[in-house]
């Protein structure tokens, strides 16, 4: 089993910026992709982000430019987020894929919302 506790979320003016964290912990794979989706209300969830142990990263194209996933060697993965609109709000769950089950474990959700 992995374990993974996210934070960060809040209340955010547009244009301004929060940065998630999630921490993974059990049985990690030494390969692994962890990262963020996000889901709205009414919405299913979408993709954000991702990043490789290895730091390959990849984004959707709603948040390129604007949000950039990071990790540490600690199994952290960061999501900075600038540039914030209204349509970012939703809640962000961090998830970690192992490469060896390609099995997929996901936080509990952190909420992100953006308005004046």
């Known amino acids: 089993q992995v374990q993974l506790v996210e934070s960060g979320g809040g209340l955010v003016q547009p244009g301004g910026s929060l940065r998630l964290s999630c921490a993974a912990s059990?049985?990690?794979?030494?390969?692994?992709?962890m990262g963020w989706y996000r889901q709205a209300p009414g919405n299913t969830r979408e993709f954000v982000a991702t990043?490789?142990?290895?730091?390959?990263t990849n984004y959707a194209d709603s948040v390129k430019g604007r949000f950039t996933v990071s990790r540490d060697n600690a199994n952290v993965v960061y999501l900075q987020m600038d540039s914030l609109k209204p349509e970012d709000t939703a809640v962000y769950y961090c998830?970690?894929?192992?490469?060896?089950?390609?099995?997929?474990?996901w936080g509990q959700g952190t909420q992100v919302t953006v308005s004046s």
């Open positions: 059990g049985s990690i794979f030494r390969f692994n992709d």
């Open positions: 990043v490789t142990t290895s730091g390959f």
């Open positions: 998830f970690l894929r192992n490469w060896d089950t390609r099995q997929d474990y």
